[in-house]
């Protein structure tokens, strides 16, 4: 496909042993969930596959959750998986994480462009009776620079400052009834709501039944509903950062390659008191 942030799984089963491929597992979830990424990528990932933490590679020096780490920390991080700036990497998760649309909009945020998403990620791998294995994976340590020179995500002050303004558009991926106020945030200690004039769609009605994204006409009719302009700036928020990088993904297939993620999302805005919501 041509354009798109995208491969599908018939393209990685034959190019498995491509030089230059690197495929990473980003696999994540919610510690409320009970699962362990990590363990499940030891049992079962693709060929080839080394796992990267959205847990691990982060600034650690931030008390929000799985922030975008500097260009030294995350070069310094990526090397181990045999990573270099020439390097077409493809990225997926285990069913249900979302988390490597986060990994892609890291890397992107990193300026590296030859980065994707499988496109239905281990579910569809696993519905093409492609092969897995549980083997560890060990790449030799290459030489990564990271360039975060364009800025892809967005402050709390920059959120703060586009409430007066309106100049860019504010696209909340959580449930309806987070976004509402109606149903509790996963997080203790998060306020209900969310952040003024920004619009709801929620992540789950962007995917098919197999997990696929939607085709891109069903994908714009999708952002149109929800009251989307495409004709202004956009940015994404949501719990904690991760599916907000599934809405930049997605409107990256739809061309909109500019998009900004709010990095700390709900769980920092949601934390502060003194920072205005609507419900």
């Avoid at 922030?67 to 030294?72: A, D, V, Y």
């Avoid at 490597?100 to 281990?122: C, D, E, I, P, T």
């Avoid at 002050?157 to 959580?174: H, S, V, W, Y």
């Avoid at 599934?246 to 709900?266: E, K, P, R």
């Amino acid at each position: 496909m041509a354009n798109s942030p995208l491969k599908n799984t018939e393209w990685l089963a034959k190019n498995l042993s491509r030089d230059g491929l690197v495929i990473l597992d980003a696999s994540w979830h919610l510690p409320a969930s009970g699962r362990s990424a990590a363990e499940e990528y030891k049992a079962d990932h693709i060929p080839g596959a080394h796992f990267f933490d959205i847990d691990v590679i982060t600034d650690q020096r931030s008390e929000l959750p799985h922030m975008l780490p500097g260009p030294r920390d995350f070069a310094f991080a990526v090397r181990k998986f045999g990573v270099t700036n020439g390097s077409k990497i493809i990225i997926y998760e285990n069913e249900g994480s979302f988390a490597a649309a986060r990994a892609w909009w890291m890397f992107r945020s990193m300026g590296h462009k030859n980065v994707y998403v499988l496109n239905g990620g281990m579910r569809k791998w696993r519905a093409d009776k492609q092969l897995t294995d549980g083997k560890p994976q060990y790449a030799e340590e290459t030489v990564y620079y990271a360039d975060a020179t364009k800025s892809l995500s967005l402050s709390r002050d920059d959120i703060l400052a586009n409430i007066d303004t309106g100049e860019r558009q504010i696209i909340d991926a959580r449930s309806t009834g987070r976004f509402n106020g109606t149903e509790a945030e996963p997080r203790e200690g998060l306020r209900g709501g969310h952040i003024p004039g920004s619009i709801n769609l929620p992540v789950a009605e962007l995917y098919s039944g197999d997990g696929t994204l939607l085709e891109r006409n069903l994908l714009t009719e999708k952002f149109t509903d929800a009251g989307v302009d495409f004709s202004k700036p956009l940015g994404t928020t949501c719990g904690s950062g991760v599916t907000a990088s599934c809405l930049a993904l997605a409107l990256a297939q739809l061309g909109h390659w500019n998009t900004l993620v709010y990095d700390g999302s709900w769980t920092e805005w949601g934390a502060d008191e003194a920072l205005p919501l609507e419900t």
